[in-house]
Nanobody, 116 residues
Framework: QVQLVESGGGLVQPGGSLRLSCAAS????????MRWYRQAPGKERELVASITNARGITGYASSVKGRFTISRDNAKNTVYLQMRSLKPEDTAVYFC?????????WGQGTQVTVSS
């Protein structure tokens, strides 16, 4: 059974940091590219960051470049999203996504709220 379980969300003040984790099971994690998406209320889901399977090449949305860092630990079947200098506009539900060809898996999401 494929599972992606996100954790690490919560309430943080502007300028603060959070680290999200996504634990994967039920598939060969190291063979999949991994992505973080987010969806704010009333908005479409958007791609935030991605990391390839083997070489770990990363990519970021322009809105988070320089503030967010995606990484993966294939030994732990986990992908991370380190978020720094958080802004109120970063408030959203953050979703983990595994992608390989026609195979796409999603987690249930974790809420991140940036507010004073």
């Amino acid at each position: 059974q494929v599972q992606l379980v996100e954790s690490g969300g919560g309430l943080v003040q502007p300028g603060g940091s959070l680290r999200l984790s996504c634990a994967a099971s039920g598939f060969t994690f190291s063979s999949y590219a991994m992505r973080w998406y987010r969806q704010a209320p009333g908005k479409e889901r958007e791609l935030v960051a991605s990391i390839t399977n083997a070489r770990g090449i990363t990519g970021y949305a322009s809105s988070v470049k320089g503030r967010f860092t995606i990484s993966r630990d294939n030994a732990k079947n986990t992908v991370y999203l380190q978020m720094r200098s958080l802004k109120p506009e970063d408030t959203a539900v953050y979703f983990c996504n595994a992608f390989r060809g026609d195979y796409i898996y999603w987690g249930q999401g974790t809420q991140v709220t940036v507010s004073s």
